[in-house]
């Protein structure tokens, strides 16, 4: 394990009660590595991912950021050390207003500073005042993420980001992704393979709980070769 | 027909008795909104501050003063009883919740009973003043407690839409993993909400004490109702809750006009209807997970 590694997963086992779901996962992202982790659904890629942030507790192994333990703290204690969590479905607080939406984020950080956010999806300007309820499925993306990197987060998990989303939405999100990786690091699960071999700098293909392989060579990260592990 | 002064005094009767539905059952929507928990001790809350509002307005003469003290007791036992029970218990099952608060509200009623014994306590209503409305009239104290629930509706309306804590204890109600994955502490936004539920309660149970007399099992009595009421209005929608109170305040008292056993069926046949044609109650959302 080395300090300067954003993120650490060693020999992690988690269970849902008598269920085992992930077993002896390794997994490291050094600093602006955008690390992706493809798999089946049912594969333990969200619960991986619930689990680094503080949600669920594993059986045993570790999760380190700069060499610090996450395990043990609660969530809000792990995004106060800047691992943001980017869930899946885009569970905006529907009944908030866009603006409302953001001012937790703010609160949370205390990061005021909304230009980043708009520079990166400037569509949120128009849409402050609307309920988030009401914003379409890439809205609803862009203002989670929008949310997620207030406060400049070291590191960012992000949870199917393009589920259910228009192509052209996927390619903007793409390139937001790719910016952001100058000033944090990501960990993405996704199953949009050609998105995938795009942008990652790495990938772990997980199965049924297990890391069937690590891809950390630019030239092996093709859709073909994650392929055979879906 | 129904004689138009009865059928005044009957709404405004109903309207006071809804103010305090609303009030005892705020408590109780709050907390499962946010922290999906059932806090039947709340009823608890509503019969001390009856209690302390008793005591003080007995030793001092002043019925407002011991509604204040009531408010601040209510506040404290909702911390304590958080900190103490609930801290240990957010993470099972809800129905552990339901039987463990039960728990806190027996074994408080006991505690009442040791401390101001068996009997009935009287607390004289602070304002005697009867005001006509429409050719009735009608006792002000009444008016005052249905303007004290409006007034706690509009702050608790404010303190949730125009304060961040109060944003953040609306995004809980939707969803609280997400709110705790910003870097909020929810553990702190479940205590306030306690606090605040207990002394809503607390102020229930005083302005109610000179309408009723205040006995130990109070709480108990009106805990059929006021899970009615939450479970009308939506569970964790504070509009609903209001809303629902008014109403089961309303049938209650015109509904021992017409026929009095009505007044103890009417509210229940009122809810299965509710239920059978929107099953989450008027302003309630689909349950979402903790």
Redesign the interface.
């Known amino acids: 394990m080395k300090s300067d590694d954003i993120l650490t997963v060693a020999g992690l086992n988690v269970s849902y009660g008598e269920s085992k779901v992930l077993f002896n996962i390794n997994l490291n992202a050094s600093s602006g590595q955008i690390v992706a982790c493809v798999g089946r659904n049912g594969a333990g890629k969200t619960t991986l991912l619930k689990t680094i942030m503080g949600f669920l507790k594993p059986t045993a192994g570790t999760v380190t950021s700069n060499g610090t333990s996450l395990i043990g703290r609660a969530a809000y204690v792990v995004a106060a050390m800047g691992v943001k969590y980017i869930p899946q479905d885009k569970k905006v607080f529907s009944d908030l207003t866009v603006r409302e939406n953001l001012e937790l984020g703010s609160y949370a950080t205390r990061d005021y500073d909304w230009d980043k956010v708009t520079t990166y999806f400037p569509k949120l300007k128009q849409l402050m005042d609307r309920k988030a309820g009401y914003l379409s499925g890439g809205e609803r993306q862009m203002l989670m993420i929008g949310r997620a990197i207030l406060g400049n987060p070291k590191l960012l998990l992000v949870d199917e980001p393009t589920e259910g989303l228009a192509p052209s939405i996927v390619a903007q999100l793409k390139d937001v992704f790719r910016e952001l990786s100058s000033k944090s690091t990501l960990v993405i699960v996704e199953q949009n393979l050609p998105l995938v071999c795009a942008i990652a700098d790495k990938v772990y293909a997980l199965n049924e709980g297990h890391v069937m392989a690590e891809l950390a060579d630019r030239e092996q990260i093709k859709p073909e070769t994650c392929e055979q592990y879906l | 027909m129904i004689d138009a002064h009865l059928l005044v005094s009957g709404i405004i009767f109903g309207l006071s008795m809804g103010s305090i539905y609303f009030l005892t059952a705020i408590g109780l929507s709050l907390c499962f909104g946010l922290m999906r928990v059932i806090s039947l001790d709340q009823l608890l809350y509503y019969a001390i501050g009856a209690y302390i509002t008793y005591s003080i307005s007995a030793a001092i003469g002043n019925l407002w003063l011991g509604i204040l003290c009531g408010v601040v007791v209510g506040g404290l036992a909702g911390f304590a009883v958080e900190r103490l029970v609930f801290l240990r218990i957010y993470e099972k099952d809800i129905t552990f919740s339901m039987i463990t608060s039960f728990g806190i509200l027996i074994g408080g009623v006991g505690v009442i009973k040791f401390i101001w014994g068996l009997v009935p306590r009287p607390v004289p209503v602070p304002i005697e003043t009867q005001l006509n409305v429409l050719g009735t009239d009608v006792p002000v104290y009444r008016l005052i407690v249905i303007l004290i629930a409006l007034l706690v509706y509009a702050g608790i309306w404010l303190f949730l839409n125009r304060t961040?804590i109060g944003?953040?204890i609306?995004?809980g109600?939707?969803?609280v993993?997400?709110?705790?994955?910003?870097?909020?502490?929810?553990?702190r936004l479940f205590t306030i909400t306690f606090i605040i539920a207990g002394a809503l309660s607390a102020l229930a149970g005083g302005l109610n004490s000179p309408l009723i007399m205040v006995d130990p099992q109070m709480g108990l009595e009106v805990l059929a109702f006021t899970f009615m009421v939450v479970i009308i209005g939506g569970l964790g929608s504070i509009k609903g809750t209001f809303i629902s109170a008014l109403l089961v305040g309303q049938v209650v008292s015109l509904g021992s006009l017409i026929y009095a056993p009505l007044a103890q069926m009417a509210p229940f046949a009122i809810m299965l209807l509710i239920l059978l044609i929107k099953p989450t109650g008027l302003y309630g959302s689909q349950l979402l997970k903790r």
């Open positions: 961040i944003k953040a609306r995004a109600t939707e969803d993993e997400n709110v705790e994955g910003l870097g909020i502490n929810v553990y």
